[in-house]
Every structure is written in structure tokens, then in C-alpha cells.
T-cell receptor, first 120, second 113 residues
């Protein structure tokens, strides 16, 4: 139980275009979802926290107009990178905290497999 | 502010040997502590967590970790490593009422035959 999926796993886009990444909790309801960014050989940097039906809370230094987060349901959050540029190329990982359904332990983040974004 | 330090950037261990990965945290209240493992190009998998109670916690894949409040440490151990344990290991700290995690910089584990 407590599986989180991301789609796509890999995306290549041209500079100036927008890219949407989906994060889904497959077998539990995610009360909160998180979006991280990871640079090569580095740790995870939290970008934002989202709760279903409310606006995301962005970490300091993260441009909310560039990284649009929507958490429309208890099982789906999306991250849209708008007007992407080469410096946005990175590995984006989502995680979810669930209620006590299907083996999801409260207060534990379950991570998706990540999305590799390359902006040409 | 909370912080996590993983002093070892890279560790190389022979297959079958024991392993200890260090993690020190700085936090004012009782922390929640986690160890995650990341294989190349993959997301993070939870190995184990400590919330309260017994300070020696058992996880998956034969890993265990011990919470030592006096040393502000939560070191990860395994008595005998397997080649499949080669990966990046992250220690993280959180706390009740705030679901955000702070991650350490990670330790890359290489296993040699």
C-alpha cells in the first residue's frame, strides 16, 4: 500500500514552453502533497506544500508564478513549470502524506518515482 | 531552525561487511526521524522511521537505526550489506504538527565485491 505515481517519468521540452507533471496517490487519500526539486548528486529541496482544495504554500525563493501547483482532489496534485528555461532542468519529486487508508501511516511521506525534466 | 547533517558524502563497503551511516540532527523539540533510500533515477523509499518509544527501530531490507537523544544522532546500520544496497541514503527530520521534512545531503553507498 501507500503508492505514489508520477507522470511523465521523463520529459524533454523546448525553452519557453510549459510542462505539467502529475502526482497521484494510488491507494490512499493524500491530505497533503509536497513537491521537491533535486539537482544532480544533491539533496531534495522542498519547493511547495499543497493541500487539497487550497492554495499551495511555497518555500522562500520559489517563484509561485513559474511553478504552478494545483491540488484538485485528494489523490492528484499537478506541478506546471511555465515558460520553462534550461535552468529549470532538474529531477522533480512529489510526495504525499495520507490518512489511515490502505496502509498509509500518518505523518509519513511517501514518494513518487520522480520526473526528469530537460529543457532544451 | 531544524537541520540534518550526514557527515559522510560517500562510503565504500565490501559485500558482506557491516555498515553504519551517520546522521546528526539539530532540533529543539522531539523529532520525527526518517531514513530513505534512493536508487539512481528513482524516487525515495522509506527504510524506517522513529516517532517515539523504543529507540532502536527496525526497518525494511534488514536495516535498523538507533535514536540517541544525548548525541542528537540517528545512525543507520546493517550487519551485512548486499550488492543491491548500493544507493543514496538520506536522513530526514520532521516533527508533530509540521509535516515538512528537512533532508540531509545524503550518503552515497558503493558496494565492492
Amino acid at each position: 500500500g501507500a503508492v505514489v505515481s508520477q507522470h511523465p517519468s521523463r520529459v524533454i521540452c523546448k525553452s519557453g514552453t510549459s510542462v505539467k507533471i502529475e502526482c497521484r496517490s494510488l491507494d490512499f487519500q493524500a491530505t497533503t502533497m509536497f513537491w521537491y526539486r533535486q539537482f544532480p548528486k544533491q539533496s531534495l529541496m522542498l519547493m511547495a506544500t499543497s493541500n487539497e482544495g487550497s492554495k499551495a504554500t511555497y518555500e522562500q525563493g520559489v517563484e509561485k508564478d513559474k511553478f504552478l501547483i494545483n491540488h484538485a482532489s485528494l489523490t492528484l496534485s499537478t506541478l506546471t513549470v511555465t515558460s520553462a528555461h534550461p535552468e529549470d532542468s532538474s529531477f522533480y519529486i512529489c510526495s504525499a502524506i495520507g490518512s489511515d487508508l490502505a496502509g498509509a501511516v500518518p505523518d509519513t511521506q511517501y514518494f513518487g518515482p520522480g520526473t526528469r525534466l530537460t529543457v532544451l | 531552525a531544524q537541520s540534518v547533517t550526514q557527515p559522510d558524502i560517500h562510503i565504500t563497503v565490501s559485500e558482506g561487511a557491516s555498515l553504519e551511516l551517520r546522521c546528526n540532527y539539530s532540533y529543539g523539540a522531539t523529532p520525527y526521524l526518517f531514513w530513505y533510500v534512493q536508487s539512481p533515477g528513482q524516487g525515495l523509499q522509506l527504510l524506517l522511521k522513529y516517532f517515539s518509544g523504543d529507540t532502536l527501530v527496525q526497518g525494511i531490507k534488514g536495516f535498523e537505526a538507533e535514536f540517541k537523544r544525548s548525541q542528537s544522532s540517528f545512525n543507520l546500520r546493517k550487519p551485512s550489506v548486499h550488492w543491491s544496497d548500493a544507493a543514496e541514503y538520506f536522513c530526514a527530520v520532521g516533527h508533530v504538527g509540521n509535516e515538512k521534512l528537512t533532508f540531509g545531503t545524503g550518503t552515497r553507498l558503493t558496494i565492492i565485491p
